[in-house]
T-cell receptor, first 117, second 114 residues
Framework: DTEVTQTPKHLVMGMTNKKSLKCEQHMGHRAMYWYKQKAKKPPELMFVYSYEKLSINESVPSRFSPECPNSSLLNLHLHALQPEDSALYLC????????????????FGPGTRLTVL | AQSVTQPDIHITVSEGASLELRCNYSYGATPYLFWYVQSPGQGLQLLLKYFSGDTLVQGIKGFEAEFKRSQSSFNLRKPSVHWSDAAEYFCAVGAWAAGNKLTFGGGTRVLVKP
């Protein structure tokens, strides 16, 4: 299985709602990533998990709360979002780099398109 | 820190004509380079990647890219464009020294004229 799956495909939420995005992979990857992509812009890294521990937080507002309950699952919990948070949220996974000059390709899911009203 | 520049924001090409998209990167170590394509409303699809070895890389959908270390470039080419190639194209550099980060260029939107 070489897929990264994301649910839901589309999500519409109000600013007072609480919702979650889900990402799953069964490739045995131990690094997982969340990206945010605004329209006509490149993806921007939000969070990186390595061995189920948060290793990078790119100064993301606390209304976004990531969670990695096990090595196959990655969640992004959303609360009190703003309309400007509307975007495509992409999940990716990779092997963990264990040595110098060792970059591991990231595999991307199809994304969740989020609209905040 | 690593960076990627795609100088062309938009490119319009006639169907059947050749296409070249430019990408320049900045990274102090061995670069790992990627080209992705994204159709409207869709996720990212990997076209090709360069890790080492032959500097001319073949990808899917008839695309190829050439790595030129002396010019810090990784340009994407296709000899004959199809209408279905209209999309956004992103060049990216992978940085193992920065937590396996992937840094994207700003993207080039390709429009195909009939």
């Amino acid at each position: 299985d070489t897929e990264v799956t994301q649910t839901p495909k589309h999500l519409v939420m109000g600013m007072t709602n609480k919702k979650s995005l889900k990402c799953e992979q069964h490739m045995g990857h131990r690094a997982m990533y969340w990206y945010k992509q605004k329209a006509k812009k490149p993806p921007e890294l939000m969070f990186v998990y390595s061995y189920e521990k948060l290793s990078i937080n790119e100064s993301v507002p606390s209304r976004f709360s990531p969670e990695c309950p096990n090595s196959s699952l990655l969640n992004l919990h959303l609360h009190a979002l703003q309309p400007e948070d509307s975007a495509l949220y992409l999940c990716a996974s990779s092997q963990v780099s264990i040595g110098k000059s060792s970059y591991n390709e990231q595999f991307f899911g199809p994304g969740t398109r989020l609209t905040v009203l | 820190a690593q960076s990627v520049t795609q100088p062309d924001i938009h490119i319009t090409v006639s169907e059947g004509a050749s296409l070249e998209l430019r990408c320049n990167y900045s990274y102090g170590a061995t670069p790992y380079l990627f080209w992705y394509v994204q159709s409207p409303g869709q996720g990212l699809q990997l076209l090709l990647k360069y890790f080492s070895g032959d500097t001319l890389v073949q990808g899917i959908k008839g695309f190829e890219a050439e790595f030129k270390r002396s010019q810090s470039s990784f340009n994407l080419r296709k000899p004959s464009v199809h209408w279905s190639d209209a999309a956004e194209y992103f060049c990216a550099v992978g940085a193992w020294a920065a937590g396996n980060k992937l840094t994207f260029g700003g993207g080039t939107r390709v429009l195909v004229k009939p």
